[in-house]
């Protein structure tokens, strides 16, 4: 019996201090041992300014620190073929060093790419079981664009799309939002759960621009029609035309929608000061859009709400509006 309260009045004690802190953030230094051969946009120090800001700010301390674990294989499958992610693990051991003409593999690169898939599921784990109430995700290398049979974009494994089933096979639950506001279209993630009723799947993105994909009428084919929405934004918008997106659309189909999870592939490279961006996004947009997310995820999904990482090249400025993302995130509750 003393056994059995002690264990009761521990359990009391983690609640409270999970309710304290109450955002949980991914990190592993071994995400820092996927590295191009060349100097690149996508490379280890992007991680190293998100990690640093946050300890500067002091956030460091107040997170809920989640160690990754390498996915298994069968929750890869669950989006690429096994073939392919085969290939990428023989090709990394072989030496090769581009999957496609701009996304580079080192020896490691498969390794790490597995544990960037474990450490969204993990913190899907964390959220599921109370551990934290939402989270972010500073993992590498990024995933929206990766598809069934291919890497492309930077992408190795679509990490969001493959945390979308995990949660559903896992956890039973039904319908999972994704709403994308990287500067690039996630045709990979799109592609995943175009003929599929139980992922709403929602992009604002740069139109034209790479990869192409993303126009308005994409918008879902056959039990998935309507289930698909994309908002091409052009070259040289603004907060103003983002914000209006949120309010007037992108909200009222979340709500609709009814998402039992939200997750969001965070890409920061719509920031005005991003070199691959045509995008002028503040600070202060990423913030508004974040606490929309956070009030719709409140009243439809339980709070829960996992924001993972995509692009964003400016490491001046990715750090710091990481840094406010988080800040919303921890004080939302």
């Given at each position: 019996?003393?056994?059995?309260?002690?264990?009761?009045q521990?359990?009391?004690f983690?609640l409270?201090?999970?309710?304290f802190?109450?955002?949980g953030?991914?990190?592993?230094p071994?995400?820092l041992k996927?590295?191009?051969?060349?100097?690149?946009?996508?490379?280890?120090?992007?991680?190293n300014?998100?990690?640093?800001r946050?300890?500067?700010?002091g956030?460091w301390?107040k997170?809920?620190?989640?160690t990754?674990?390498?996915?298994?294989?069968?929750w890869?499958?669950?989006?690429?073929s096994?073939?392919?992610r085969?290939?990428?693990?023989?090709a990394?051991k072989?030496?090769?060093?581009?999957?496609?003409?701009?996304?580079?593999i080192?020896?490691?690169?498969?390794?790490?790419a597995?544990l960037?898939v474990?450490?969204?599921?993990?913190?899907?784990?964390?959220?599921?079981?109370?551990?934290?109430?939402?989270?972010?995700c500073?993992?590498?290398?990024?995933g929206?664009?990766?598809?069934?049979?291919a890497g492309?974009g930077?992408c190795i494994?679509?990490?969001?799309?493959?945390?979308?089933?995990?949660?559903?096979k896992?956890?039973s639950?039904?319908?999972?939002?994704?709403?994308?506001?990287?500067?690039?279209h996630?045709n990979?993630t799109?592609?995943s759960?175009y003929t599929?009723?139980?992922v709403?799947?929602v992009?604002l993105h740069q139109f034209?621009h790479?990869?192409g994909t993303?126009?308005k009428?994409?918008?879902?084919?056959?039990?998935?029609?309507?289930f698909?929405?994309n908002?091409?934004?052009?070259?040289?918008?603004?907060?103003?035309d983002?914000?209006?997106?949120f309010r007037?659309k992108l909200?009222?189909?979340?709500?609709?929608?009814?998402p039992?999870?939200?997750l969001?592939?965070?890409?920061?490279?719509?920031?005005?000061?991003?070199p691959l961006?045509?995008?002028f996004?503040?600070?202060?947009?990423?913030?508004?859009?974040?606490?929309?997310?956070?009030?719709?995820?409140e009243?439809?999904s339980?709070g829960r709400?996992?924001?993972?990482?995509?692009?964003?090249?400016?490491l001046n400025?990715?750090?710091?509006?990481?840094?406010?993302?988080i800040q919303k995130?921890m004080e939302?509750?």
């Open positions: 019996c003393i056994r059995d309260s002690f264990k009761t521990i359990g009391v983690r409270l201090i999970y309710r802190f109450m955002t953030f991914v990190y592993h071994d995400y996927h590295i191009p051969l060349f100097n690149h946009p996508e490379n280890p120090e992007r991680l300014a998100i990690v640093s946050l300890k500067e700010t956030q301390e997170l809920v620190h989640i990754p674990e390498p996915a298994e294989d069968k890869i499958e669950e989006i690429h096994r073939n392919y085969k290939y990428v693990k023989d990394c072989k030496g090769v060093t581009y999957l496609d003409g701009d996304t580079y080192s020896s490691d690169s498969y390794d790490i597995v960037a474990g450490g969204v599921l993990s913190a899907v784990d964390g959220i599921m079981d109370d551990k934290m109430k939402n989270g972010f500073a993992i590498r290398p990024p929206h664009h990766a598809e069934k049979s492309m930077f494994f679509n990490n969001v799309a493959i945390a979308a089933r995990y949660i559903q896992k956890y639950l039904e319908r999972i939002a994704i709403v994308d506001w990287d500067v690039h996630g990979g799109q592609n759960f599929d009723d139980s709403l799947y992009s034209p790479y990869p993303g126009n009428y994409e918008t879902g084919a056959g039990k998935g029609e309507g698909t929405l908002f091409p934004m052009p070259a040289g918008s603004k907060d103003d983002y914000l209006e997106i007037e909200i009222p189909s979340l709500n609709n929608f009814e039992q999870f939200i969001i592939s965070a890409g920061f490279d719509a920031h005005q000061k991003d961006s045509g995008i996004l503040s600070d202060s947009a990423y913030e508004e859009m974040t606490e929309m997310l956070l009030e719709v995820s009243k439809k339980q709400l996992l924001s993972v990482l995509e692009g964003g090249y400016n400025v990715l750090g710091n509006v990481i840094s406010l993302h995130l939302y509750d």
